[in-house]
Antibody
């Protein structure tokens, strides 16, 4: 069965960095577009970034452009999110999600359980 | 990119039907047939309920249906059940190749 397991979250100070990972299994990872989506405590969902199957196409939300970098390693079935210059408003649960149904956004058909990132001053 | 507009809350009694609206612009909802709806129970990961405006993933009840008119998409749930109580989020592809979510709607089954 499809599994997405995020890791790497934690407590970090303002201006610090963190690298999130998402381990994928149960499907052909190298053929799938992937995305990061976050949810601040008690708030709604916010799309962060997506990456095409080969990694050649990448887009970011304006709120993270220039600070976050999405990447993937198809040999390790893993997705990553490098987060730099972190701000308090980046505090959220970060979900890894697969783009399904023809790799069409925003068809996020499988989600991980998320990893919590807390940015403190 | 501004968030899509959803009502903060809706409610209905068991067996009734409810509709949740999702209003965007011609640059997102109105410009593409790529609108999805996700259901999220407290403390859980979101679940895809509708994709490409009207399509249901395998395993999703046919009580859930989606539609779109102009810049507004809608999710209708018929025959409300207690287990449908959750938060619902719409999302759309945008003309700048990004994704925008709605603010979410809390559904209460009375």
């Amino acid at each position: 069965q499809v599994q997405l397991v995020e890791s790497g979250g934690g407590l970090v100070k303002v201006g610090g960095s963190l690298r999130l990972s998402c381990a994928a299994s149960g499907f052909t990872f190298r053929n799938s577009f992937m995305s990061w989506i976050r949810q601040a405590p008690g708030k709604g969902l916010e799309w962060v970034s997506y990456i095409s199957s080969s990694g050649s196409t990448i887009y970011y939300a304006d709120s993270v452009e220039g600070r976050f970098t999405i990447s993937r390693d198809n040999t390790k079935n893993s997705l990553y999110l490098q987060m730099n210059s972190l701000r308090p408003e980046d505090t959220a649960v970060y979900f890894c999600a697969r783009v399904g149904y023809g790799n069409n956004l925003p068809n996020f058909d499988y989600w991980g359980l998320g990893t919590l990132v807390t940015v403190s001053s | 990119q501004s968030a899509l507009t959803q009502p903060a809350s809706v409610s209905g009694s068991p067996g009734q039907s409810i509709t949740i609206s999702c209003t965007g612009t011609s640059s997102d909802v109105g410009g593409h047939n790529y609108v999805s709806w996700h259901q999220q129970h407290p403390g859980k990961a979101p679940k895809l309920m509708i994709y490409d405006v009207t399509n249901r993933p395998s395993g999703v009840s046919n009580r859930f249906s989606g539609s779109k008119s102009g810049n507004t998409a809608s999710l209708t749930i018929s025959g409300l059940q207690a287990e449908d109580e959750a938060d619902y989020y719409c999302s759309s592809y945008t003309s700048s190749s990004r994704v925008v979510f709605g603010g979410g709607t809390k559904l209460t089954v009375l």
